[in-house]
């Protein structure tokens, strides 16, 4: 269930963010999803739970090369692939579907698209979707409630120092807002908590990505993502502004750093939390759903 308008960011077009989600890349998953995978799927070596089952939500844009990563780490679990847009299910389950006579058939658990387990899967995979979520808090409820009791979640998203760089440009020429604002990951560790997960672990770093023209900075940017704050410009931009976008770039950089190339900086939120046995709030009636009673009646042995 959506949670309440109110709570959700202010700064995200929820209209915006429905077309995105339906958007299909257009050459793959962007690489910059798939390094954050990469690095994320390293994470895992220090989780000491071994998942009998997982999901991917949305590996389209998410990364299908780290979703390979981490069906190679658990090649016994069954593995699930949930798109949450339906006009994306086909696409990822052809690229993601071994033919008969291929050899990954042989290789581990296959992907499978139909629903995942009623009482959930041990681990739910979700790179770089969060951030683009017109409503962050349902979001993660709906993860809460298709990881398994005991189970874990694996999350990656962009937080607010992303592009500043970018957002100082349009701030100095009185231009609309670069992009919508980003979650802080203590944000994203109470939002966990308030889903129903446990011990939620937050980190996170930077990186600084570079390019030698204009036109290879936007086109990069284009893959990750799109402006959906509701103030952004109201309409198609001239050849004169996207003139003028591109020489403000091209000046930002200099000879003394990063080689003379455009650089900007993305901050990269890693988290991951685990999904505890469910409690009752004790009351003169208590209501319990059949999946939760089981959970509950399983720990208590």
Excluded at 174 to 180: E, M, R, S, T
Excluded at 199 to 225: K, N, S
């Amino acid at each position: 269930m959506a949670t309440d308008p109110a709570q959700r960011p202010p700064t995200i077009d929820a209209a915006a963010a429905a077309r995105w989600s339906r958007l299909a890349p257009a050459d793959g998953s962007p690489w910059l999803h798939e390094e954050i995978g990469r690095r994320m799927e390293d994470r895992l070596q220090w989780i000491k739970a071994r998942p009998g089952s997982w999901a991917d939500w949305s590996p389209l844009k998410g990364g299908l090369e780290a979703h390979a990563l981490v069906a190679r780490r658990y090649p016994a679990a069954a593995q699930y692939v949930i798109e949450p847009d339906a006009a994306l299910a086909a696409r990822t389950a052809g690229v993601l579907s071994a033919p008969w006579w291929s050899a990954r058939r042989w290789q581990g658990a296959q992907a499978r698209f139909d629903a995942p387990p009623e009482d959930g899967v041990d681990l739910l995979w979700a790179n770089m979707a969060l951030h683009m979520a017109a409503d962050p808090q349902a979001l993660i409820g709906r993860w809460h409630r298709t990881v398994a009791t005991d189970g874990f979640l694996m999350f990656s998203a962009l937080g607010p120092d992303t592009v500043r760089e970018l957002r100082a440009l349009h701030a100095r020429f009185g231009w609309p807002p670069a992009g919508h604002e980003f979650t802080d990951m203590h944000d994203w560790g109470d939002m966990l908590v308030h889903a129903g997960f446990a011990e939620p672990v937050m980190d996170m770093e930077r990186v600084v990505l570079t390019w030698p023209t204009p036109e290879a900075a936007l086109a990069e940017l284009r893959t990750l993502g799109r402006n959906l704050h509701p103030a952004r410009f109201g309409g198609l931009r001239g050849r004169g502004w996207r003139n003028a976008l591109g020489a403000a770039l091209a000046a930002t950089a200099t000879p003394e750093q990063n080689d003379g190339r455009i650089a900007l900086s993305f901050e990269i939120i890693y988290g991951h939390a685990f999904k505890p046995a469910p409690r009752v709030a004790l009351a003169a009636e208590s209501a319990v759903s059949l999946r939760e009673m089981r959970a509950m009646l399983q720990k208590g042995r």
